[in-house]
């Protein structure tokens, strides 16, 4: 079975700090890689997509990817309350069709 | 960005009654939509795909014929939750892909059945 992992946590980190989410994955051949934020009682968000193994930027969000490694991680820089949510990563299955979830990080920035 | 939109937010019914739950994608064609559901801080657990002009395809342990899903349309799928009762209270999320791989998530509808 094609799992992907998450720390659940929770993880909390001071205002203006880095915040470090992880996420690891079986499928060796997964291509694909998300991170969603979910606010409390809302949907998933989309905020980083990467497709290669590196360093990927947007605003105050990196996205680094190890294929080798099967590991995906987020850096929120400049963490800010408003950060504070349920981090979901997710790998796209070519051969299903389907994004696999991970359970989640649960986020708190500390004021 | 891509915008999916879901229908109605929020529901509350009566036990035995049925509920209609809409998504649609609003600037671009999903052949495929997800349909997901959420228990309070947990995962969110693929109910079934929707498959535009074919029969939805459904997860080990979901009921089909409780489930009901039409994709009627490129940019329109439907899940209705028929004769609901409690246990089915949830907040449901439908998504739908972009340019095969990205995934938009509606807003998703909060199911309480009294």
């Known amino acids: 079975q094609k799992e992907v992992e998450q720390n659940s946590g929770p993880l909390s980190v001071p205002e203006g700090a880095i915040a470090s989410l992880n996420c690891t994955y079986s499928d060796r051949g997964s291509q694909s890689f998300f991170w969603y934020r979910q606010y409390s009682g809302k949907s998933p968000e989309l905020i980083m997509s990467?497709?290669?193994?590196g360093d990927k930027e947007d605003g105050r969000f990196t996205a680094q990817l190890n294929k080798a490694s099967q590991y995906v991680s987020l850096l929120i820089r400049d963490s800010q309350p408003s950060d504070s949510a349920t981090y979901l990563c997710?790998?796209?299955?070519?051969?299903?069709?389907?994004?696999?979830f991970g359970t989640g990080t649960r986020l708190t920035i500390i004021p | 960005g891509a915008v999916v939109s879901q229908h109605p937010s929020r529901v509350i019914c009566k036990s035995g009654t049925s509920v209609k739950i809409e998504c649609r994608s609003l600037d671009f064609q999903a052949t495929t939509m997800f349909w997901y559901r959420q228990f309070p801080k947990k995962s969110l657990m693929l109910m079934a795909t929707?498959?535009?002009?074919?029969?939805?395809?459904?997860e080990q342990g979901v009921e089909k014929d409780k489930f009901l899903i039409n994709h009627a349309s490129l940019t329109l799928s439907t899940l209705t939750v028929t004769s609901a009762h409690p246990e089915d209270s949830s907040f449901y999320i439908c998504s739908a892909y972009r340019d095969q791989t990205e995934a938009f998530f509606g807003q998703g509808t909060r199911l309480t059945v009294v």
């Open positions: 990467i497709y290669s193994n």
């Open positions: 997710a790998v796209y299955d070519f051969g299903n069709e389907k994004l696999t």
């Open positions: 929707s498959n535009e002009g074919s029969k939805a395809t459904y």
